[in-house]
């Protein structure tokens, strides 16, 4: 299937890459400037921005409360920009979407960024907020039964990644794992994966792009022979929670996140597959309010209503 039309009208519109180094400030403050103002986002119950403290610091954290409730279930989400990008606020419509369509309290974290901060700085801050989540159980009226995690692009690698250190640690709180179109290898050889090739160019997301966009991560010390930074490296998947791998066709990683799916499942892993047609990479932050693409949150509930 060819690009969604709507997609491919943004698409028109962006400049191409010039090669010119990147500039993490000057990209975030583009960012921030497109985020809407508080009154023209979804509307929830409640939405408080608090502080968890865990092992690695004071993280700063969102949480997005549905509706009201005696009990939820909790989904600590992670947000993606290549390690160096995104926020609170520039993921907050995912979070509160999350939140409404599957009835869970959302948790989003605010964790370091590269460059500023060193790997694995950001991981440690995702990881503690899932356990402290845990442990906050009767303050955010945690029902006990699920506590899924959630993440996309870089915060799907995130996700892949704390729930490994979830199982080495012997920590077997996290029920389900949700990954939005996963970075899941940072070793970009495009002979890798197919979909290298196929969607390297034309649909947001470039393959040349890749490297530079992860360099600030990779220079910051994380090693993309690290399962902690390249989950799909790790060998042992068994014992991991249920998972939902999220795809676009048009995506250079849409093959890593599908190869992941597919060694789950070997493992002995309840993994589900979702590849969305006529999508591209961040389809679910930038284009959700397509039909096609919201019901993206539609299925996340669905998963785990039925797990």
Known sequence: MTIHPEIAKILATLPALDGSPLDPQAMRAGEAAQVPPPEDRLPLHAVEDVTASTPSGEVPVRIYTPVEADSYGLLVYFHGGAFFLGSLDTHDHVARSLAEETGHKVVS?????????????????????????????????????????????????????????????????ITHQIL??????????????????ENAEGYGLETAGLKPFNAFYLESGADPADPLVSPIKREDLSGLPPALVVTAEHDPLRDEGELYGQRLAEAGVDATVSRYSGANHGFVANFSWIPEFHRVFRETAEFLDRR
């Open 109 to 173: 974290v605010g964790y370091r960024l590269a460059p500023e901060a060193a790997f694995p700085a950001g991981l440690q801050d995702c990881y503690g907020v899932v356990r402290w989540a845990a442990e906050q159980g009767e303050s955010l009226k945690w029902d006990g039964k699920d506590l899924a995690v959630a993440g996309d692009s870089s915060g799907g690698g995130f996700v892949a990644a704390v729930a490994a250190m979830a199982k080495d640690d012997g920590f077997d709180g």
């Open 180 to 197: 939005f179109y996963p970075s899941l290898d940072l070793d970009f050889d495009v002979d890798r994966y197919a979909s290298l090739r």
